[in-house]
Every structure is written in C-alpha cells, then in structure tokens.
C-alpha cells in the first residue's frame, strides 16, 4: 500500500462524522417520513464510509465485505420502510410523522 | 376347612360395617345382610365342628400382631370342640333372634342401627368364642360389653332404659377389673398370653400353685360379672329394658355364657387350684338358689326368665366347681341351655308382641290365641324344667349326677333344689301366661310367621340338642366334642339319680299346679309375710348396692368434679379467653397500621410515578429517537473514557 497516494485517515472520518449528524438531525427533526428514511440512509453510508476507511487504512477486506452487507440491508430497509409509508399514507392521508401519533396515551 | 375358622368371626363383623354405611340404602333396610353373613357364618362353623367330629386335634392358627417390650401380642384361633360347639350355638341363636328381629323390629326407629349392633355383637361374641389368646379374648370380652349396652339401651328415649344399660355396663365392668388383673397375673406367671401354652405350662406344673389361685380368682371375677353370678347378678334383670329378641342373644344363649366359657376354656388354670374351685361351686350353689327363688316372686315374664338364666349359669359355674367330672356336663347344659332359653325369650316376646306389655298380671289364656307360641313355650319350660326326655333333662342330669359321684353333696342338694324351684317358677309362668282368662287391654293374636319359624327351629332344637349325649341310650358325642384330657370322660348313667332328679322337677310342677292352677288376685306366696317382702326387695341387695355404693361415690365425685370444673377448668377457660383478646386487640393494631400502611403506601407511590411518568410517554417517535441517540452518545462518551 503507497501512504503518499491515499487520503488520510482522519479527513475521511471527520467526513464520516459531519454525514453522519447531518443524517441524526433529519432523522430527529424532519417530518417528513420519506425524508426520515432519507436521513437513515445516509447514516449508514457515514458508517459504510468509516468501515471501508479503516479497511483500507488496516489493510483488512473484513471491512469492505461488512459495508457490502450494510449496502444489501439498507436497501431492504429502504423497500420495507417506504412500503411503510405508503400504506400510512393510504390509511391516514399524511406522511407527517407528528401525526402518526395512534400510539400515544 | 378349619383354616377359614377366622372368616366366622370377620363375616359379621364386616357386616356390621357394611350396614352401618350402607344399611339405609339397601332393599330391607340392613337385615338381609346381617343375616346372610350370620348364616354363611353358621354354615361355616359347621363344617368347623365337623372337622372336630370327626376327631381332629385343637387347630391353632396364630399371625403375630405387634411387639412392645415384652408384650408380645398375636391375632389367632384356636379351635377345640368346646369352640366349635360355641361357634355354632352363637351363629345358629343369632341366626334366629335375627331373622325373628325382623318381625318383631319392623318399624322401629333405629331399625337399621339395630341390625348392625347385633352383627358386631355376634362378631365380637365370635372373636371372645375363638381367640387363641387372652388378649384377644378381652378385645372380643369388652366389645360384648359395650354391644350390650347400646342393645339394652336401645330406646334410650325412656330413662329407665338408659338406667338399665348404664347399670349393666357399670356392674359387669365391676368385674372385668379384676379380669384384667387376672390377664396380667397370668401373663406375667406364664410370659405368654397363649391360651394353649398357658395350658401346657400349668399341666406340667411350671407355674406356682399360689399364682394360678389368684389368678383363677381374678379371672372368675369376670365370669362372675359378665355371666350374672352372686353378687353381681343385679344388673341382668333390668338388662330386661332391652328389646327381647336382644335378651334372647345376648342375655340368655351367650354373651351371659361367656363368663362359663372362659372358665371353661381356662380350665386348666380352674382346675389346678382347689381354692378356685371350691369358690366357683360355692358362687354357683348360692346364686342358683337365690336367682331361682327371685323368679318365684316376679310378675314380669320377661324378668322371670332373666333370673331363671341366672340360676342356670349358675348350675354351669357349679358344674365346673365339681373339677374334671363336672366339666363336660356344665358345658353340656350351657348347649341346651342356649336353646331353650332362647327359644322362651323369643316366645316371651312374641306373646309381649301381641299384648303390649310384659305383666304376668294382664295376660292369661292366651293359649287360645296364640297356639304356635303356646306349644314352643311349653316346649322351652319343659326342657328348662328338666322334663324327660327333653334337652334340659339330660344335661341337668348330668351335672347332678357328677356332683353326687364325686361327692359334693353341697352342689348336689343346691342343684335338686334348684331343679325343683325352676319346675315351680317355669309352671308358674305358664299358668298365668297361657291359662286361665285373658286379663288385658289388647286384641292378641298369633305373631307373623318370620317370628314363629325361629320359634320352631329352636323348639324342635329344645327336644333334640339332649340326645347328642343322652348317656341312658349309650350316646356320648357331645362328650367326645368337648372334654378335658385326651380321652372323654363318661358317667355310667343312674336310673335311680335321674328319678330324684325328675322326682324334683315332677313336685315342682305339682307345687306350681296346686298354687296357680286357678288364678288369684293376690299371689299365694304372699302368704309367707315379711320372707316374701325380703325376696321381693330383691335381698336388698339393690338398695344395698345403690345407698352403700353408688350414692356416696358418686355424690363424692360428683362434688369433686364440680369443684375442679369451678375452678380449674373455668379459671383455664377464662385465662386463655383473657389471652386471646389480649392477643386479637394487638393484631388488630398491627394490621391497621402496619399492614394496611404497606398496602395503601404502595398504591400510592404507584399512583404518583405513574403521573410523572407519563408525561414523557408522548407518542412521538422523533423525540424517542431524541433520548435514543442521546443515550447512546452517553454511553459512547462513557465507554470511551472509561476504556
């Protein structure tokens, strides 16, 4: 591995981390359930982000494997999550979720 | 066949159990049982007395039961001839009270209760009659008692009954005190309460003379209590009060026999002591004569044939005074005893049946009315009476016989006098029962037939039972049932004995003909003044008994129980009430505050975290999602600094 020809370490995961709290605030202050499931995505990408640094930075392959896998299950969770939102959507004609509220008290 | 000899006992028994649980229940409410066990019971014995007929030795078959230091105790029957004839008197006179009781019961308040109180009779009767030892024999001895008691007593709802029950119990419980005593003397001299080693033991001379004395003294106590003898005789009488078929089983055929089978079935222990002997004669002699002349004076039918069993038993314990000689005749008398007697009680009660009452006084001609009872009343008189050739005949004969070959004229002359006085007071009965005119209230008639079959059956038992020894014709096999000694022993019969002897019983009847022949008011023997008040009041021994034993014994404990009651028994109750409420007052306390505060405390700290609580509960995924990612950021920045 050439140290000269790869980014370092630390801007990967400063990057990583600003994705990463970009994805928690639309998470926590979206309303919107397409855009929540948004945010959640790019979540995983910072971790994805983070995993494939330290793989290549270690020189271990565990690492890319495991973000392959993180990619697989989020596009998943996107399909379940979005067929989620459609039936609320059906159902109780928003996609707000302050109003998706049955639950309460 | 004679290892069943123990199902005799048991079938009753558990017929006992069977109707108390199941009697109310089933079809004939109880009796059918009772008497189909009491048979099979008979139809075993039978074959028991069979085996001995045809000269099997005693069979003993002892299980042991439990051991407590050296008290060793077994459940077992021993079966002689002299149990075997037992078992089949006691089975066949309970057969017919039985299937009598159902006529002469029928309607009766406690009619189920009845039956089974006559099975467990005739159970425990059963169990005294095989017992291989003496503690089993007590077992069986007191259940007798208390069968007794419940059977007297049994219309309880009139004082004078359950008087009469407590004064039976009381009396024959008199005697078994020493009995007890004499078990233990007995037990401790032999160190076995085997009936068979125990005889062994004394015939080879291994226990001291002195011992066996009082032993034998303490163990006729009991026979004295339970077979009525001087001076314990007074309860019987007023056993009375019971139902007559009752009187029949247990207070003429056998539980009253019990005391002369004991002595019998101990013989050895009797016999080895002069004392004892010479004291059984000499209790026999007076109670015959006494009991003999109190049936002179009664008016009760019913009482005269009580104190008539009394003088009887009496001639059996004066049959075993006479030692060896004497013992097959007196047991020969207590087997046709058995059948006469309880064949006049059942015929008593079938005339008491008809006419409602037990005075001699308000019956008379009755012969005309009741022809089937008449006759077998007669019967049973004439066999009591020692008519030839009649049941009471030969076995009365034999024991005056025996008393003059071995030379107690005492016996002797007290066993003639008595034949004639039981002449006298048996015509005397009669008469005034059967001839004559009809003196009462009531409209009487012949009793139905399931009372007059029994009636039969022992009336045709009274004229048969005396030619199994009827020693004239040569026939000795009663005598070859039951003796003492490997070999039988036979008295050459005497023409010129047995002519006193009917000589005896002919002026009796003719004495009784000449005084009742005609009734009178006022009985003739009144004539005799103050005698006749004398044997009246009973001796005054019933007086006697009552203001010189029970008053101030019981007035004594009676005040001494009153005082403990007072003061001991109160003063407990009282504290332990004192205590209780002192105890409840301090619970009460300690539920109010402490329990009731843990419980109400709980609800309520329940009640106000629940309020906060749930203000943070809102619904909102987001602000879940809020403390779910600060919580982790928490625990991240934790992990981190503490690693």
């Known amino acids: 591995m050439i140290a000269e020809a790869t980014i370092r370490l630390p801007f990967v995961l400063f990057f990583s981390a600003v994705l990463f709290a970009a994805g928690v605030y639309g998470v926590l202050a979206r309303r919107n359930a397409v855009l929540v499931l948004m945010s959640i995505e790019l979540m995983l990408n910072a971790v994805n982000l983070n995993l494939v640094a330290f793989a290549a930075r270690l020189g271990d392959l565990a690492g890319q494997v495991f973000a392959l896998f993180v990619i697989t ?27 998706v509220n049955l639950l309460k008290w | ?148 008691y419940l059977l007297i007593g049994h219309w309880w709802e009139e004082k004078e009954n359950s008087n009469a029950a407590i004064k039976a119990f009381i009396t024959t419980k008199t005697g078994d005190v020493p009995f007890l005593f004499g078990i233990f003397v007995l037990w401790l001299a032999a160190g076995t309460a085997n009936i068979g080693e125990i005889t062994e033991l004394v015939e080879h001379g291994e226990i001291a003379a002195g011992t066996l004395t009082v032993a034998a003294l ?81 008016d009760d039918i019913k009482r005269v044939l009580a104190y008539s069993t009394v003088s009887q038993l009496a001639y059996m314990m004066a049959g075993l005074g006479l030692g060896e000689p004497g013992f097959t005749p007196s047991q020969f008398h207590l087997f046709t005893h058995a059948w006469f007697k309880a064949l006049l009680f059942l015929a008593a009660g079938s005339v008491i049946h008809a006419v409602h009452t037990n005075d001699m006084r308000a019956m008379g001609g009755l012969r005309r009315q009741m022809p089937v009872t008449f006759w077998t009343f007669l019967v049973g008189s004439a066999a009591l009476a020692g008519i030839f050739p009649l049941a009471g005949f030969w076995s009365k004969d034999e024991i005056i016989a025996a008393a003059w070959h071995s030379g107690h004229d005492l016996i002797f002359v007290g066993a ?37 079959w029994p009636l039969l059956l022992l009336a045709a038992l009274s004229v048969g039972a005396g030619f199994l020894n009827a020693s004239a014709f040569g026939v000795h096999t009663f005598a070859e049932w039951v003796h003492v000694g490997p070999e039988a022993h036979v008295e050459p019969f005497s023409w010129a004995l047995a002519a006193v002897s009917l000589l005896a019983a002919g002026a009796g009847v003719a004495a009784g003909v000449a005084l009742y022949g005609r009734y009178r008011e006022r009985d003739p023997l009144r004539a005799a003044g103050p005698l006749y008040t004398f044997v009246e009041r009973k001796y005054f021994l019933d007086d006697l008994y009552l203001k010189g034993i029970v008053r101030p014994t019981a007035y004594t404990v009676a005040a001494a129980v009153n005082w403990t009651n007072q003061y001991i028994l109160d003063g407990l109750v009282n504290a332990a009430g004192w205590v209780a409420r002192r105890v409840a007052r301090l619970v009460d306390r300690l539920d109010r505050r402490v329990v009731d505060g843990a419980v109400n ?43």
Not at chain 2, 56 to 75: D, H, I, K, N, Y
Not at chain 2, 420 to 432: E, F, G, I, Q, S
Not at chain 2, 612 to 631: E, H, S
Request: proline share 4%; glycine share 10%.
């Open chain 1, 73 to 99: 299950v989020a596009a998943a969770e996107v399909g379940i999550g979005l067929a989620i939102v459609i039936l609320i959507y059906r159902n109780r004609e928003t996609i707000n979720v302050d109003e």
């Open chain 2, 1 to 148: 066949m004679i290892r069943f000899a123990w199902l005799v006992p048991a079938l009753p028994l558990v017929a006992f159990f069977l109707i108390v649980f199941f009697g109310k229940r089933t079809p004939g409410k109880g009796a059918p049982i009772g008497i189909a066990a009491v048979f099979a019971a008979f139809v075993l014995s039978l074959l028991v007395l069979s085996h001995v007929a045809g000269g099997g030795e005693p069979v003993e078959r002892s299980l042991p039961f439990f051991q407590a230091g050296r008290l060793e105790l077994e459940v077992g029957t021993r079966v002689d001839g002299l149990a075997a004839v037992m078992m089949v008197v006691v089975t066949l006179v309970s057969l017919a009270v039985q299937v009598y009781s159902v006529g002469y019961m029928h309607g009766d308040r406690r009619y189920t209760w009845y039956f089974a109180a006559l099975s467990l009779f005739t159970g425990s009767m059963l169990n005294l009659v095989v017992a291989s030892n003496l503690f089993q024999l007590l077992v069986g001895w007191e259940l007798v008692g208390i069968c007794s």
């Open chain 2, 218 to 298: 303490l163990l006729f106590g009991g026979a004295i209590g339970k077979s009525a003898q001087f001076p314990l005789h007074v309860w019987l009488p007023d056993a009375m009060a019971g139902p007559t078929p009752v009187s029949a089983l247990i207070h003429a055929a056998t539980m009253v026999a019990a005391g002369v089978y004991l002595a019998a079935r101990l013989f050895a222990v009797f016999a080895a002591s002069a004392t004892a002997l010479s004291f059984v004669g000499a209790i026999g002699v007076v109670t015959m004569l006494i009991a003999a002349v109190l049936a002179l004076v009664q």
């Open chain 2, 416 to 452: 003639l006098a008595t034949a004639a006085l039981t002449a006298l007071y048996m015509t005397r009965a009669v008469l005034l029962t059967f001839f004559g005119e009809y003196r009462g209230e009531a409209h009487p008639h012949e009793s139905p037939r399931v009372m007059t």
């Open chain 2, 601 to 643: 405390g709980v609800a309520f700290t329940t009640n106000v975290s629940g309020g906060l609580l749930r203000y943070i509960q809102t619904g909102n995924v987001q602000r879940y999602a809020v403390f779910l990612f600060v919580g982790v950021a928490v625990l991240a920045i934790l992990i981190t600094r503490v690693a």
